[in-house]
């Protein structure tokens, strides 16, 4: 990725509707190829970004780039290289799933074989071709999330911009069009994605900003946003049997404290600044040569749920 000139960047941006301020100085940079995650609980400013980010608000203040193009001409060269899947994306009912694509397809610009072609790959893609002749009234929930992922993705976006993609979806489409994401990523596609369940993009994200109340809490790849919450590095070590000789590990160096919630299992709190494989060798040795029968033995993470609570619940 190149840090140095990100695909997009935001600076400063605001904006605010009469007495609400929706945003305020958000800035970040989003690197080509990636997919960038934008998460917030409802009502943090995340479609407000979106909205000013496809030209769609056009009266916010500061600046930003998509892919060296200013914001100011937003309307023709941006819009190019944009596919967008609005959030909570719906369709007139009377129309089929071909027709709704030829429309959309041509209001974007793209007319004859090359739409064509590139409706039936869409469609392909998104496994949407049997229903191709359906009516969108005939549609499920979910595969009308389908089809509005498919239509973003008729141009062949460079930049593909998803507000809530997953939301509707059953947890088979969800794995289906996170796969997809992913691979576009692959493919070049630079993915901002926005969701208010963490979990969405915890598997898929390079990296993660928290927005709440229209402010940027955290931006980060998830080790950057998980390794400040805990103060101390923790092995957790489950025994075949009650564990009661806590007195031998006392002595290794490193060691700060040993919790222990049940007869079977402890959690061995470790300085930070502690050579981890050589510590981490000693206490197995220890706890081996003192006949202590091992179970499980393995580092504790924290995860993002816990990283999106501190920021998000902690403002509160
Ligand atoms: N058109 C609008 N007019 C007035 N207030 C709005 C409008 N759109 C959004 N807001 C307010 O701006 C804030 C951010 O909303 P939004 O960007 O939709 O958040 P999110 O997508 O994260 O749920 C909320 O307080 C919302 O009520
Ligand atoms: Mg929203």
């Not at 397809?105 to 064509?116: H, M, P, V």
């Not at 002595?251 to 404290?257: A, E």
Request: charged content about 25%; overall charge positive.
């Amino acid at each position: 990725m190149d840090s140095k000139n990100p695909f997009l960047k935001l600076q400063q941006v605001s904006k605010k509707y009469k007495d609400t301020r929706a945003l305020n100085e958000v800035s970040f940079d989003v690197y080509k190829g990636e997919i960038f995650g934008y998460i917030g609980p409802n009502g943090a400013g995340k479609t407000t970004t979106i909205k000013i980010l496809i030209g769609l608000i056009q009266d916010f203040e500061g600046i930003y780039h998509i892919n060296g193009v200013s914001q100011n001409k937003n309307n023709t060269e941006i819009q190019k290289i944009l596919g967008y899947l609005p959030q909570g994306v719906s369709f007139q009912e009377w129309r089929t799933v071909n027709h709704v694509l030829s429309t959309l397809g041509k209001l974007s610009g793209l007319d004859g074989e090359f739409l064509e072609a590139q409706i039936k790959n869409v469609l392909e893609l998104m496994e949407l071709s049997e229903v191709r002749h359906k009516k969108v009234s005939k549609l499920s929930g979910g595969m009308i999330q389908k089809l509005g992922f498919a239509q973003a993705l008729l141009n062949k976006p460079k930049f593909l911009v998803l507000d809530e993609p997953l939301s509707g979806l059953d947890p088979t489409s969800r794995y289906e069009v996170k796969k997809i994401i992913k691979k576009l990523s692959q493919e070049g596609t630079t993915v901002f994605f926005s969701s208010h369940i963490l979990s969405d993009v915890q598997d898929i994200a390079n990296r993660i900003a928290i927005i709440d109340k229209g402010q940027i809490l955290k931006i980060g790849n998830t080790n950057e946003l998980t390794s400040d919450l805990y103060s101390d590095i923790i092995f957790e070590v489950t025994f075949f049997d009650d564990f009661k000789q806590q007195s031998i590990l006392k002595s290794l160096k490193g060691i700060k404290h040993i919790d222990q919630q049940n007869p079977n299992k402890i959690f061995i709190h470790i300085n930070k600044d502690s050579n981890l494989e050589s510590l981490s060798l000693e206490i197995l040795k220890t706890l081996i040569n003192n006949n202590c029968y091992i179970q499980r033995f393995t580092r504790i993470m924290p995860n993002l749920d816990e990283v999106y609570l501190k920021y998000v619940k902690g403002k509160k």
